[in-house]
C-alpha cells in the first residue's frame, strides 16, 4: 500500500534550522511539503520530482529552504534554515503518481499525518 511517511519536526529558535524527512513506500512521480498554520489554509512549500529532480519552492521559503531526494533511502528531505516564527505549523509530506510541469498544483494523493514545526521568538 502506498504511503508517506513523515520525521523530525519540533520546537526552535527563530534563525535557526531544522530537518524534516519523508519516507515513501512507493515509486511517486513527485513528493512535496505542504504547511497548515492556525486559522489558515494548507500552503505548498516546496515539491521536488523523483527521478529528475526538479523542485520547487513557495515565494516564502526560497532561499531558506531546500528539498532534496535520497533515491537511495527512498525519501526526501527539507532542510529549513533562518527560520521564522510565521513559519510555524504543521508540516504535512504529500506524494504525488501524476506527471505535471506545476508542482505546486498538481493533485497530490497520498499523505502523511503531520509533523509539528514550532520557531519560538
Known amino acids: 500500500q502506498a504511503q508517506v511517511v513523515e520525521s523530525g519536526g519540533g520546537l526552535v529558535q527563530a534563525g535557526h534550522s531544522l530537518r524534516l524527512s519523508c519516507k515513501a513506500s512507493?515509486?511517486?512521480?513527485?513528493m512535496g511539503w505542504f504547511r497548515q498554520a492556525p486559522g489558515k489554509e494548507r500552503e505548498f512549500v516546496a515539491a521536488?520530482?523523483?527521478?529528475?529532480?526538479?523542485?520547487d519552492y513557495a515565494d516564502s521559503v526560497k532561499g531558506r529552504f531546500i528539498i532534496t531526494r535520497d533515491a537511495y533511502r527512498d525519501q526526501i528531505d527539507l532542510q529549513m534554515n533562518s527560520l521564522k516564527v510565521e513559519d510555524t505549523a504543521v508540516y504535512y509530506c504529500?506524494?504525488?503518481?501524476?506527471?505535471?510541469?506545476?508542482?505546486?498544483?498538481?493533485?497530490?494523493?497520498?499523505w502523511g499525518q503531520g509533523t509539528q514545526v514550532t520557531v519560538s521568538s
Open positions: 504529500a506524494a504525488t503518481l501524476t506527471s505535471s510541469s506545476n508542482l505546486k498544483t498538481v493533485a497530490y494523493g497520498y
Open positions: 512507493f515509486g511517486y512521480y513527485a
Open positions: 521536488i520530482t523523483w527521478r529528475a529532480a526538479k523542485t
